[in-house]
């Protein structure tokens, strides 16, 4: 059974945070730092070539970490596979040993360093949830028996501070009507994005981790706000960052800030450092947030 599952039915604050593997094959790396945030973090995001710049494929790493006694969140995007590939590669991912899925669209190749590449996007995120979902239920998306059935916890994202709220939460109760169990949400930057949005979702039933990014400079924030969608990061933060003596730590304390804010309103956080990994206990400290990754038996 998932252990972010169990955790996420208790009433401490849950972490989860992400992992990239290389542009290579050495996992040393990063799995020293997943050793490093035992104690902090209850599950680790294994992303899938992010922003579509091509990378060693999550399933290695995802299954190294279940022979450490950590547990991944496998992410599995519409970007690289049709229907057969996804749940063929969802079902492998259960055979290893990995319990959590997060359900993306994933980015347009465009975007990456690959321009060339075919898009698939024969599912769009409902769908391949309702297929995992399936899977889980016994049945592929055809409706073929399976001759046994993984256990899946089923994740989705969602954008607390979507520019058409009344959409996003209408795509946030479809993709939990295919069977998602849990969203981590895109990284929020104003805690009143948190305040319009948390009275829409308060009746779900389906815990939400906040998404926090370690801001490292005033580049990088001005940075983001130009290329990323989704991404709004308020001028009065960037002016903060500027006129810091040491960006670094100020971006720290900024999203500590922000980190106390949301697990005041939402069941958890939902990390992205970027390369920080070591700076995560630091940001989980400033918030309060201690030991959230105990066993939880």
């Not at 994202?157 to 998602?180: F, S, W, Y």
């Not at 370690?214 to 580049?219: G, T």
């Amino acid at each position: 059974m998932s252990q972010l599952a169990e955790r996420l039915k208790g009433s401490q604050p849950v972490v989860t945070a992400e992992l990239n593997p290389p542009k290579g094959v050495d996992l040393s790396g990063v799995l020293a730092s997943a050793e490093r945030l035992r104690s902090f973090v209850s599950a680790f995001n294994v992303t899938d070539s992010p922003s579509s710049v091509m990378s060693q494929g999550s399933l290695a790493l995802a299954r190294m970490l279940v022979e450490r006694g950590l547990e991944p969140v496998l992410q599995v995007t519409c970007r690289d596979r049709n229907r057969i590939a996804l749940q063929s590669d969802i079902l492998a991912a259960a055979a290893l040993g990995v319990r959590n899925l997060l359900c993306l669209t994933g980015d347009d190749p465009r975007t990456g360093d690959h321009p060339e590449a075919k898009p698939v996007f024969d599912l769009d995120v409902v769908t391949l949830t309702k297929a995992a979902d399936s899977l889980r239920r016994g049945a592929d998306l055809a409706g073929n028996r399976l001759k046994d059935a993984p256990d899946l916890f089923i994740g989705a994202v969602v954008n607390p501070g979507a520019p058409d709220l009344d959409k996003e939460l209408a795509r946030m109760h479809q993709k939990i009507e295919a069977g998602c169990a849990f969203f981590q949400a895109q990284a929020v930057f104003d805690l009143t994005v948190l305040d319009r949005f948390a009275p829409h979702v308060q009746g779900l039933g389906v815990p939400i981790l906040i998404g926090i990014i370690i801001l490292k400079s005033a580049r990088m924030a001005q940075r983001m706000n130009q290329s990323l969608p989704g991404i709004n990061i308020p001028e009065v933060l960037v002016r903060e960052l500027e006129s810091a003596v040491d960006p670094g730590a100020k971006g720290v304390e900024i999203a500590g800030r922000l980190a106390k804010g949301a697990v005041a309103r939402f069941r958890g956080l939902h990390v992205m450092a970027l390369g920080w990994e070591h700076r995560i206990p630091e940001v989980l400290e400033r918030a309060g947030v201690v030991n959230p990754a105990r066993d939880v038996s």
